[in-house]
């Protein structure tokens, strides 16, 4: 909705709030993705400040609100790792965004070094305190990955062909009115907007984009990762896109009445495109994880303080209520470490009642061994309580869950 009140059209701004809500709505971020929404949100936010500090033509201007582009950049990297590949994306459209005026390079100026140390002013006490605490600058160490490249290549093709619809739509669009653009049209010469904001800011979008897709992947193949990357992972990216995309719409002024008959024609046949695919993966899953045979369990058996230790074990907690120590972040500690858990319940354990370590019985036995003999090396207790048929959360696969009994 950004850019609706530059686009000369209200059809362009109508296609974009689509497939904007497409992509939220396909890629899961209204349900399950809470850190994608303030990050996506000061994205775009320091987009917007980085084009409209180029654009400015005023150094004393272009200095402040670089340094708001880069303080919104370093808080969407305290939001999510891949926040840190906006700060070199925006240096560089500001650097090669056309500008045609005398004092460009003295604006260029202007705007990054105070984007730079914008970003540095949120991100470098966070490096600090990670370097004092851990020794590392970004979070612990992971493992080198396992996953075979081509998998992981094979998912952002399918993350591209099913989710990536609108904005391929979105920029098809934008190349027939790139396209306009270029036509001449003396008679709209003078409310053109303003095309050094708008081409620094689809310049910026697009380097944004493509920096997102080169560090998940490049994530993807230095470590392992728990899930393969998938649409939300790449939903920052198709965002930009389509960002791009309406900047280059709002450039265009295409000769009167080309559109006048045409275009109520055009956005009927291709809103199927769009909310089609949305309407159809809404019906076909419920995004919402559903109640199993462990939640009841649960329920039944353990108190309201009693502490859950599982992976990926959040919803036990949203419909049970009890507390949870889970892992499922590339990030997280795993609740396999016994040694970790046993330092957790040293601090914390007088909080909790009785603690419930759970294990599916889809970990190879060999493992799930290894991780019970874990446990007691750190001088945890643990015993069978129960097994548990249950069934995946958001999937049809049955499993035996087996409950432990966890005590210092």
Not at 37 to 66: F, K, Q, T
Not at 255 to 279: D, K, S, Y
Not at 314 to 325: A, E
Request: glycine content about 10%; hydrophobic content about 50%.
């Amino acid at each position: 909705m950004l850019l609706v009140c530059w686009l000369p059209r209200a059809e362009w701004g109508l296609l974009g709030a689509v497939a904007g809500i497409y992509l939220i709505f396909v890629c899961g971020m209204a349900f399950r993705a809470w850190s994608e929404g303030p990050y996506s949100a000061l994205m775009i936010g320091s987009l917007v400040c980085l084009a409209a500090a180029v654009a400015s033509g005023d150094g004393h201007r272009a200095a402040w609100l670089g340094l708001g582009a880069g303080a919104l950049a370093g808080g969407a990297a305290m939001c999510r790792y891949p926040g840190i590949v906006i700060i070199p994306a925006l240096g560089l459209a500001a650097l090669v965004a056309p500008l045609r005026r005398d004092n460009a390079q003295a604006i260029r100026r202007s705007a990054v070094l105070p984007m730079v140390g914008g970003a540095a002013l949120i991100v470098g006490p966070w490096i600090a305190r990670n370097l004092w605490l851990t020794g590392v600058a970004f979070g612990p160490q992971r493992p080198p990955s396992e996953r075979p490249l081509m998998s992981i290549i094979s998912a952002l093709g399918a993350s591209v062909y099913l989710d990536f619809g609108a904005v391929l739509l979105a920029l098809l669009f934008a190349a027939v009115g790139y396209h306009a653009l270029r036509t001449d049209n003396p008679e709209c010469e003078g409310d053109a907007p303003d095309r050094s904001f708008l081409t620094t800011l689809a310049l910026a979008a697009l380097l944004c984009a493509a920096a997102h897709v080169a560090i998940v992947l490049l994530a993807h193949i230095l470590w392992q990762v728990d899930e393969p990357p998938d649409k939300r992972h790449f939903f920052p990216a198709y965002l930009c896109a389509l960002l791009a995309g309406l900047a280059l719409i709002a450039m265009a002024r295409p000769p009167e009445g080309a559109l006048r008959r045409r275009w109520p024609i055009v956005l009927l046949l291709a809103l199927p495109l769009v909310i089609g695919p949305m309407m159809a993966g809404m019906a076909s899953r419920d995004v919402t994880p559903q109640r199993t045979a462990l939640e009841d369990w649960v329920e039944a058996t353990t108190g309201d303080e009693d502490l859950i230790i599982g992976h990926r074990a959040w919803p036990v907690r949203f419909y049970t209520g009890r507390p949870v120590l889970q892992s499922g972040q590339a990030t997280d500690p795993s609740v396999y470490d016994g040694a970790r858990v046993a330092a957790f319940l040293r601090r914390f354990g007088g909080r909790f009642g009785a603690a419930y370590l759970l294990l599916p019985d889809l970990i190879p036995k060999a493992e799930r061994r290894s991780i019970l003999d874990g446990y007691e090396q750190a001088g945890l207790q643990v015993q069978e309580t129960a097994d548990v048929p249950t069934r995946e959360h958001d999937g049809p696969r049955e499993f035996v869950m087996r409950v432990y009994r966890v005590s210092r």
